[in-house]
């Protein structure tokens, strides 16, 4: 079992709609998560990061974490034909360990 | 400010000749980390340093892979007799101080194709 297994999509939503992307994880020692943005033939871009169980909200994006569950999903309010890229869930473990497990990524595409 | 970058952006070797990627990190960011990402895959884990030394190198996967950062700023990963397997988008990231790996900020990276 991978330690971040991410829906590799291809995932694909008209203009506007809300898109919700999910990860889960194995272990329950990892203590922050990112999701993270990467256009084509680019490398990621952090969009956001968290370390606590709930809710953080940036814009049109929100992260949320259950820990209990050990899920993670980022939404895409309002979508725009821009955020079409591939998101990339993330985790990583406790400060000192500084390495980055990633998923495997989903192919995000909006329709005008 | 000027962001991560990489050289050479592409690098078409054959099998079994020696290569050299090299990162530019941010100014001032004492953390810089290695990942390899393939085809429809996420990044993996390499290397990181923290400063000049190797703080984790448990992602090299073999003997043939090596990562040097002699000044604390730059650093080129070496790949020595490469195979075709190693064929993947070679990413650098950085980090400043306090930040970790909650931060990392990466280049565009280097498209390393082997024959």
């Known amino acids: 079992q991978k330690e971040v297994e991410q829906d590799p999509g291809p995932l694909s939503v008209p203009e506007g709609a809300i898109v919700s992307l999910n990860c889960t994880y194995s272990?329950?020692?990892?203590?922050?998560f990112m999701w993270y943005r990467q256009y084509s033939r680019k490398g990621p871009e952090l969009l956001m990061y968290?370390?606590?169980?709930g809710n953080k909200e940036d814009g049109r994006f929100t992260a949320q974490v259950d820990k209990s569950s050990k899920y993670i999903s980022l939404f895409i309010r309002d979508s725009q034909p821009s955020d079409s890229a591939t998101y990339l869930c993330?985790?990583?473990?406790?400060?000192?360990?500084?390495?980055?497990?990633f998923g495997t990524g989903t192919r995000l595409t909006i329709i005008p | 400010g000027a962001g991560v970058s990489q050289t050479p952006s592409n690098k078409v070797t054959e099998k079994g000749k020696y290569v050299e990627l090299r990162c530019d990190p941010i100014?001032?960011?004492?953390?810089l980390y290695w990942y390899r990402q393939s085809l429809g895959q996420g990044p993996e884990f390499l290397i990181y340093?923290?400063?000049?030394?190797?703080?984790?190198d448990s992602g090299l996967p073999n003997d043939r892979f090596f990562a040097v950062r002699p000044e604390g700023s730059v650093s080129t990963l070496k790949i020595q007799r490469t195979e075709r397997g190693d064929s993947a988008v070679y990413l650098c990231?950085?980090?400043?101080?306090?930040?970790?790996?909650?931060?990392?900020?990466f280049g565009p990276g280097t498209r390393l194709t082997v024959l």
């Open positions: 990231a950085s980090s400043s101080p306090g930040q970790g790996a909650r931060e990392q900020f």
């Open positions: 272990n329950s020692a990892f203590q922050y």
């Open positions: 968290t370390y606590s169980s």
């Open positions: 993330a985790r990583g473990a406790n400060f000192g360990n500084e390495k980055l497990t």
């Open positions: 100014s001032g960011h004492t953390a």
């Open positions: 340093f923290q400063g000049t030394g190797a703080a984790d």
